[in-house]
């Protein structure tokens, strides 16, 4: 069985669209006239360009002229901005990785109420990074992100007590963070829901629900999930033993690129005459086709 997840960042750049962008005109369009109120010294449109050469939008992709004008919005308090700015510094696109820096604007961003930025400055502190480890300021980030329903923080939180970092381990106060964010559609949060009802961790132990929360999971892609499906079906946990779902899952994993499902196929397919076999392999097609 695949174990739980760790801690989840937020990586992708948020958008904000201000009166510079029109949905019904192209992006050539759009990137025009926001540059023309860019340069005139409006924040939002110096966000909303800063986005266009983020994303390529109307314009080359260029990392640098990003970041240029995420810093002249980001330095007029516009949180999304600064948000943008700091993603830009930890992952190195238009300079070189600074998690100094990165800190710096999630912080402000964080200060804004901006739950995006609370999270990731929530893992700045775990990790470590730009600023000197503490679980605790950590956790009390997170505390902030959560109190605006971020399932991402909800997550952490539920990793943070699964673990015992910051905080005393506490299953049942893991199980409570990962139900409230598994609810709002948290893949990761599904699978470690789903294992911990496997294991019996913070709930006495109970296949069904683990079978529930991991066919969630493994619906929106996950392949943890699938393959954890895959074993139970195999071993009859939860549901009737089933071979040809077992290795309908196998397949699923192995198809996105899970390794040891690949392996582990071969040795359900030994159960499975060969009609099954077909069956099973139609069955998995059907799930790729309608998820």
């Known amino acids: 069985m695949k174990k739980l997840f760790l801690l989840m960042l937020l990586l992708d750049p948020l ?20 540059k023309k109120e860019a340069e005139q010294g409006d924040a939002n449109a110096e966000f909303n360009l ?7 939008q109307g314009t080359k992709q ?21 948000f943008n700015l700091a993603l830009l510094y930890a992952e190195g696109h238009g300079a070189e990785p600074n998690y100094t820096e990165a800190f710096k604007w999630y ?13 990731n400055l929530g893992n700045m502190y775990a990790n470590g990074q730009g600023i000197e480890q503490s679980y605790a ?22 990793t943070m007590h699964a673990l015992g ?17 598994a ?11 789903g294992t911990m009802y496997a294991n019996g961790q913070g709930t ?16 929106r892609g996950n392949i943890d999930a699938q393959f954890n499906l895959a074993n139970m079906y195999y071993n009859g946990e939860g549901v009737p033993q089933d071979y040809i779902r077992a290795y309908m899952f196998y397949e699923l994993a192995s198809t996105n690129g899970d390794q040891p499902a690949e392996k582990v196929k071969n040795i359900a397919a030994e159960k499975l005459t060969t009609e099954q076999l077909t069956e099973a392999k139609r069955l998995a097609k059907v799930w790729l086709d309608g998820h």
């Open 15 to 34: 958008e904000a669209w201000s009166e510079c962008y029109d949905e019904n005109k192209d992006d050539k369009s759009n990137f025009i006239l926001c």
């Open 50 to 56: 800063g986005i266009m050469y983020d994303n390529g």
């Open 62 to 82: 260029d990392y640098k002229k990003a970041m240029y004008w995420y810093s002249r919005s980001a330095n007029k308090n516009n949180a999304d901005a600064q």
């Open 107 to 119: 912080l402000k961003a964080a200060e804004h109420g901006l739950a995006e930025a609370q999270l």
């Open 137 to 158: 300021e950590a956790y009390k980030w997170y505390l902030k992100a959560e109190a605006q329903g971020h399932a991402g923080a909800q997550f952490n939180l539920g």
């Open 165 to 181: 970092q910051g905080v005393n381990q506490d299953f049942e106060k893991a199980l409570s963070w990962y139900a409230k964010a």
């Open 183 to 193: 609810e709002q559609g948290n893949t990761s949060a599904q699978f470690n829901l």
């Open 204 to 219: 006495p132990k109970d296949y069904t629900q683990a079978i529930v929360w991991y066919t969630k999971a493994a619906q």
